[in-house]
């Protein structure tokens, strides 16, 4: 059974930074892709940021330029660097890894950007 745990959630300053990080674990296999969804209320889920194991990388328009993905295939743990946070960026932030056949969420963790 894989499970995903998301951390580096919190509240932070408009024009802050902040780090999340998710870890796989419960699979011998590495992730084919690794990624990032967002989803604030009354809103649907939308994609941030995606990685595949090749380390291409593909980000939302709306985070283009202040946003990076990276991951570590060793640790099966993807990381979403935010920079330049904008009160928008406000949502739940979910990690996503996608196998061959089958895809998993982490429960989400609650990034808050406001004065």
């Known amino acids: 059974q894989v499970q995903l745990v998301e951390s580096g959630g919190g509240l932070v300053q408009p024009g802050g930074s902040l780090s999340l990080s998710c870890a796989a674990s419960g699979s011998m296999l590495s992730p084919n892709t690794m990624g990032w969804y967002r989803q604030a209320p009354g809103k649907q889920r939308e994609l941030v940021a995606g990685i595949t194991s090749g380390t291409r990388t593909n980000y939302a328009d709306s985070v283009k330029g202040r946003f990076t993905i990276s991951r570590d295939n060793a640790k099966n743990t993807v990381y979403l660097q935010m920079n330049s946070l904008k009160p928008e960026d406000t949502a739940v932030y979910y990690c996503?890894?996608?196998?061959?056949?089958?895809?998993?969420w982490g429960k989400g963790t609650l990034v808050t950007v406001s004065s």
């Open positions: 996503n890894a996608g196998y061959y056949s089958m895809t998993y």
